[in-house]
């Protein structure tokens, strides 16, 4: 490695290349097993805080091989204490590595519960969806599992975690060997369960049957937002021509492959989406399907020309569905007022 080249981040290195690394700085193997723990289970961000290592490995350490690879650009803290963190990873062919990840606190600030990470999978979006910030500029790349885990890292240094949300910026399944990586780290040494992750998809039928096979450690979540294929085509303009009842039976089957329900999602756009046709369209096709509903009212953005639909069409939708035998729920998103809610994600300067 040149000296122009900046030192290996510890999450990106693994557990065999770790424990030969810290032998070189004069430790022993079961202190990279420490300071795994102290990173990933606690949250710990600096190795002076590390106490049950000798103090010239942690000299050497902190010199050698830093924590983490990226560096927080930004933090926007809502008025319900979300928090939102701008991270830049290693930029590449001089585009910047900008992705946003957010902490969302228990909704009392007494509560002991821990609080929901959403996190981000790619630099960008190749989706595109025209109601959403996060594919505004396209795609730039997709991150590392070393990248990914950070994120959860940094959002264990805000506060203890009690679940997550795959759901940031990006497709979670066209980065699908990085997103796997990264989520047995978090499930294997953060001790986060599978029925705490949630990945939030799109729906690409072959990637969802892929995911299925691999044995997933997660819930998934297909983004629907419409029963009918000609409007699905506009709002998820990357997937155009992909039936719906193709997403549908890729649902059904990972259902069989892994028992566990889909939760299908539908952001809903005031006057576009929502109306009880919609709803009655929706249930027709869920109603003999193993699954639930999460309606998501949209989330106001610049440049994004939709708006929110009002608290009575998004009753009537919900209730609707339940007439027809649905299981339905409505998320009215946290970190509003601090750009943190979902799909106003994005790319952004300092």
């Not at 590390?50 to 091989?65: D, K, N």
């Not at 991270?87 to 946003?100: H, K, S, Y």
């Not at 002991?112 to 960008?124: D, E, I, R, Y």
């Amino acid at each position: 490695m040149s000296s122009a080249e900046p030192a290996k981040s510890l999450l990106a290195l693994e557990p065999e290349e770790l424990a030969e690394r810290v032998v070189q700085l004069g430790g022993r193997p079961f202190h990279a097993r420490v300071i795994r723990r102290e990173v990933l289970a606690r949250g710990t961000l600096d190795y002076g805080s590390m106490t049950s290592l000798p103090v010239g490995l942690r000299e050497a350490l902190t010199a050698e091989v830093p924590i983490l690879a990226g560096v927080e650009a930004d933090r926007t803290v809502a008025r319900d204490r979300t928090v939102k963190l701008l991270i830049e990873f290693t930029r590449e062919a001089g585009q910047d590595a900008l992705v946003e990840t957010v902490h969302i606190p228990p909704r009392k600030p007494d509560s002991k519960k821990g609080a929901t990470l959403c996190v981000s999978t790619q630099v960008g979006c190749p989706v595109a969806c025209p109601f959403c910030a996060s594919g505004l500029a396209g795609l730039t790349r997709n991150l590392a599992a070393h990248e990914i885990v950070e994120q959860y890292v940094r959002g264990r240094a805000i506060g203890p975690l009690a679940r997550s949300v795959v759901m940031g910026i990006g497709e979670p399944l066209l980065n699908w060997e990085s997103v796997k990586r990264a989520l047995d780290v978090v499930h294997d040494e953060m001790q986060l369960g599978a029925r705490k992750m949630t990945v939030s998809t799109v729906g690409f039928p072959d990637r969802v049957r892929r995911a299925a096979r691999d044995r997933p450690r997660f819930q998934l979540a297909i983004s629907l937002h419409t029963p009918d294929d000609d409007q699905r085509d506009e709002l998820v303009p990357s997937m155009a021509g992909t039936p719906i009842e193709d997403i549908l039976a890729a649902g059904d089957d990972w259902f069989r492959e892994t028992g566990r329900e889909v939760t299908y999602e539908v952001v809903l756009l005031g006057g576009v989406n929502d109306s009880a046709g919609h709803a009655q369209r929706l249930a027709a096709r869920l109603r003999s399907r193993r699954a639930t509903v999460n309606l998501i009212p949209f989330n106001p953005s610049p440049d994004i020309p939709y708006h929110r639909p009002t608290p009575a069409a998004v009753e009537t939708y919900r209730s609707t569905l339940e007439e027809h035998g649905v299981v339905a729920t409505v998320r009215w998103s946290r970190g509003l007022d601090g750009t943190a809610a979902c799909g106003q994600l994005r790319i952004r300067a300092r």
